[in-house]
T-cell receptor, first 116, second 112 residues
């Protein structure tokens, strides 16, 4: 595997279910990101991890819970979601931008989530 | 705060037409600028970037020049192909921070 992979690619869940999204990067990066992409809305940054520590949490509801066990893996745990949470969830990784440069991000293909 | 504004789509062109997608930005400091492309069913991928004023980024026939005086980073291609149909995002790096600021995206349709 190369680049950034995400599983599953598609997920349908009821509002009372608990599920997890998985992201894995094979690029040797040390920062990882979760984004939400909804139709006709700008890309929303949800969470950022650098060296396995959460460094950004953009007022995301607690029904979304991230986990970063190591610098190659990132999870998004989902529980009691709402229909408006239906969207494409994108994972990305980059070199650590705190070194003073703007490193480009590498994105996975996303998980298409539908909440019924 | 920092922001990116890009032209609304969709943009519909015939094959071999000239493409311009406008992007302007507001930023403190000297950010890097990026264009990302998202093909149907895929995530975003970096198309090109420029890290300082007057730099020109180029890739796959696409070009964009970092214009500090007009705070712009317009994307151009001389002759588009059907395979260029995608959504294009202009983005601004937060100079050493984690938050890349993305524009709303411009959808391009290219007809054969």
């Amino acid at each position: 595997e190369t680049g950034v992979t995400q599983t599953p690619r598609h997920l349908v869940m009821g509002m009372t279910n608990k599920k997890s999204l998985k992201c894995e990067q094979h690029l040797g990066h040390n920062a990882m990101y979760w984004y939400k992409q909804s139709a006709k809305k700008p890309l929303e940054l949800m969470f950022v991890y650098s060296l396995e520590e959460r460094v950004e949490n953009n007022s995301v509801p607690s029904r979304f819970s991230p986990e970063c066990p190591n610098s190659s893996h990132l999870f998004l745990h989902l529980h009691t979601l709402q229909p408006e949470d239906s969207a494409l969830y994108l994972c990305a990784s980059s070199q650590d931008p705190l070194r003073g440069r703007d490193y480009e991000q590498y994105f996975g293909p996303g998980t298409r989530l539908t909440v019924t | 705060g920092d922001s990116v504004t890009q032209m609304e789509g969709p943009v519909t062109l015939s094959e071999e037409a000239f493409l311009t997608i406008n992007c302007t930005y507001t930023a403190t400091g000297y950010p890097s600028l990026f264009w990302y492309v998202q093909y149907p069913g895929e995530g975003l991928q970096l198309l090109l970037k420029a890290t300082k004023a007057d730099d020109k980024g180029s890739n796959k026939g696409f070009e964009a020049t970092y214009r500090k005086e007009t705070t712009s980073f317009h994307l151009e291609k001389g002759s588009v192909q059907v395979s260029d149909s995608a959504v294009y995002f202009c983005a601004l790096g937060n100079t050493g921070g984690f938050k890349t600021i993305f524009g709303a995206g411009t959808r391009l349709f290219v007809k054969a």
